[in-house]
Every structure is written in structure tokens, then in C-alpha cells.
């Protein structure tokens, strides 16, 4: 799996905007670009993906920016993702498509483990906010704390550990 300059950007915007969100104004993409070290151009385009998934809202005129649609804590990395990318994966296989492309499918004991491991990963995605990211200690503490009470090592099935 590899994210994208897409991903990377977009997901630099949003923090960039949650970062001003207490303040309720409009942000402008050319000072977002700026500060993130975004082409401007290829940002503005990020920007309508983002906007059409409904994470962000712009305002048009001079005084038009944008700012998130909903808190920090409400938006998180696999959904701003999935909006920008599409879905997220680890290989081809794991999706019914690629499942029936792949002429060892039937066969193959490497899938499961591939959509076990996907799950993981999406699983952390879908649990890192926006807000998480703007606050190193928070989500440190968080994933401290989450560590303790998710899978350990001895609830894998024999031969798989995995450590994300």
C-alpha cells in the first residue's frame, strides 16, 4: 500500500484547516498551500474532492476560503482517504475484483492474511482523527492506551503477529 501526494496533501489541508477551526473563518487554499508546501494549483483540486465527500465548505468571493465541515474529532484519516483515493488496500486481491482476476484465487493462502492485515490497518485509519494529528501527545497517549486493551500479541493465531 502506498498514499499518495493526493492523500499526503489532502490530509495536510485538513489539518491545516482544523488547526484554524476554533476561530470559525475561512481559510484561503493559497495560504494553505504556503504553509503545508502544496502546489496551489493541485491543491485546489484536492479541495473539490474534498468538499464533494462534504469534509470541508468553501465560501466563493474575496473573502471566500474554506473551513471543515464538522469538528476535527469528527473527521478521520480513512475517510478523508477514501474520499480522495478511493478505497484503501494492501494488494489487489483482496477486493472481489481483484479476487476474480487473480488466477490462483481459489488457492491462495496468502488472501487472508492480506484482508486480516488490511483490516488492521483501515481499522487505525478509521480511529485517527483529525484531531489526533493536530495533537502529537493526545494521539500518542491514545494509541498507549489503546495497545493495552486491543489485540496482543498471543491473541493472533499461531505463526501471524503482527505488529502495527
Known sequence: MKIGSKSDYGLRALIDLAEHFDSRRVIKAKDIAERQAIPKDYLALIMIDLRKAGLIVSTRGVGGGY?????????????????????????????????????LSLRCRMRGVWMEANNAVMAILDRTTIADLCDPARSTAEYAKRDQTTTQPNDMPHGLKFNI
Open 67 to 103: 473551513r471543515l465541515a464538522h469538528k476535527p474529532d469528527e473527521i478521520t484519516m480513512g475517510q478523508a482517504l477514501r474520499s480522495l483515493d478511493g478505497e484503501v488496500k494492501l494488494i489487489d486481491c483482496i477486493t472481489d475484483l481483484g479476487f476474480t482476476q487473480c488466477n
